[in-house]
């Protein structure tokens, strides 16, 4: 009988601490007077961590606690909108698209996805993260941001590797020495 139930509730756990941490790293990224995007891009990696229980309403539940208590703590209601219209969903689409396509396809549909985010963060988004942006022709801007999401991306692959290898059991029961 001893431990009968404990994955769900380690799981369970599990889901509210990288809310909690995602919580904790969009505030920072709110009040940081510089690092804004680097907050963003490490806020972003812990729903990855509950995609990959397969605890897919749990991310959502997640991302939605994650945006309301963000939009009522935050100083700065604005500097909810990227987590809001991005990066704060971004691991859900791609456990999606990864779990049934590969190669060029998925790298397809995650440009077109990010295109379209970015589209809606540059139109509706008050031009919250555009400031800091250097006066380039907005042909190159466009070409070094599909750069920096493909190199977002695979990092975001590799962070998320790392923590299946090294992380996740530790956290779920195991241990850390």
Known sequence: MRGR???KANKGTLA???SAMTLLVVFLANIAPAGRVALFFVSSIFIM?????????SAFV???VVCFLGF????????MIPYLVFFGHYGIFKYAVESGTRGA???TLKLVYYNLCMAVLYFFGGGYMLAP??????????????????AYDFI?????????ANIRSRLLGGSWV
């Open 62 to 64: 997640s991302f939605g």
């Open 156 to 164: 975001f692959t590799k962070l998320s590797g790392w923590y299946y």
């Open 5 to 7: 139930g404990r994955g």
């Open 72 to 79: 009522i703590l935050a100083p700065d209601k604005a500097g």
């Open 49 to 57: 961590g509950i995609m990959q229980e397969r605890m897919f309403v």
């Open 105 to 107: 396809t998925a790298i």
């Open 16 to 18: 509210v601490m990288f």
């Open 133 to 150: 942006l250097p006066d380039m022709p907005w042909w190159l801007l466009l070409i070094l941001a599909e750069v920096i999401f493909i």
